[in-house]
């Protein structure tokens, strides 16, 4: 049995209810059944399941699915699954402090399912303010890339855990997987549910980062190489983090592709002013330029705002019919 375990200096120095936590990693390339990690009420036991059979990685295992058993004072109080994965596990738990509304840590499982581009499911177990119920709350059933491990941020001056992703909603926006370049966004568990904290001061720095290498020649000059407006999406939006949006909305109309024939040619969306902009497709609008899709995209996602309205008056953008009503 092999796997990494993590987090035990901060364990040592934070002992206690503020301890920050422990992780427990499965290796891809080693077989492994798990393994458990205690903290202080709480016991979190990481085992995996197979299907003997040939796959695709392995001629002994066809599937392995992650399971997490989770104990208070040795009593069972829930169960975590992860998705079944072909071949080998690759998974990893962890027992965190997520919410400090509630007496105990939280235990989550992220666990791979394989394939292009895709997927991870994230899943966390929590209890009520009392402790003495706990429910299963799923940061997004399905997330791009492999484990999503939380990572230590503060609130306030006390340490807590959050979740670090991509905005998976610009993969495919406005160009291929490939050519999509997608801001970070953040996550934090309140109660029963996860809030987006992207807008947080805490996080300026690493949009900053992001920026200025994004705007470094190289980086830039392969960006505009190939499907150069799937990366201008993602280099406005992470502009507008860091109250830029100006500067990148003006460096995007001296340098997007007006010839794109991504999505044949139609740029179809949601009408500007649509929350999260879901909708169905008979609600969806056909914009006249890939700027105008982007500006739509931009402030339906919550990238800006009204007060950026300046911006677009300057650059002569006009209302059209296809813009909805806000």
Request: charged share 25%.
């Amino acid at each position: 049995m092999k796997f990494l375990l993590t987090g035990l200096t901060s364990f040592a120095l934070f002992s206690g209810a503020h301890a920050l936590g422990m992780t427990l990693q499965t290796d891809l390339l080693d077989e492994v059944d798990g393994g458990s990690i205690t903290k202080g009420a709480v016991t979190a036991s990481l085992k995996h399941r197979y299907e003997e059979g040939k796959s695709r990685l392995s001629n002994q295992i066809k599937s392995s699915t992650a399971v997490v058993t989770v104990k208070v004072k040795g009593k069972v109080v829930g169960t975590l699954v992860g998705p079944k994965k072909g071949g080998q596990p690759f998974s990893l738990m962890q027992v965190v402090e997520l919410d400090r509304s509630n007496p105990y840590p939280e235990v989550i499982l992220s666990a791979f399912s394989g394939g292009a581009h895709c997927c991870n499911h994230t899943t966390v177990l929590t209890s009520n303010s009392k402790g003495e119920n706990w429910k299963e709350v799923v940061l997004a059933k399905w997330l791009d890339g492999t484990h999503k491990p939380a990572v230590s941020g503060r609130r306030g001056k006390q340490s807590i855990y959050h979740f670090a992703d991509w905005d998976n909603r610009f993969h495919y926006k406005f160009a291929s997987y490939l050519g999509s370049r997608a801001p970070q966004r953040f996550w934090r568990l309140e109660g029963d549910s996860f809030i987006d904290i992207s807008k947080e001061e805490q996080f300026n720095w690493p949009f900053k980062k992001m920026a200025r290498r994004m705007e470094t020649s190289r980086l830039w000059e392969q960006g505009m190489a190939v499907e150069r407006n799937g990366y201008l999406a993602g280099y406005v939006a992470v502009k507008a983090r860091i109250e830029e949006f100006p500067d990148g909305w003006k460096r995007m109309l001296e340098s997007y592709d007006p010839e794109s024939d991504w999505a044949f040619g139609e740029l179809k969306d949601c009408p500007l002013g649509t929350v999260n902009n879901v909708c169905s497709e008979e609600e969806k609008v056909l914009y006249e330029s890939f700027p105008k899709a982007l500006r739509a995209f931009l402030f339906n996602t919550g990238y800006i705002d009204k007060r950026s309205d300046w911006v677009f008056k300057k650059y002569g953008f006009t209302r059209t019919k296809n813009d909805g009503d806000n």
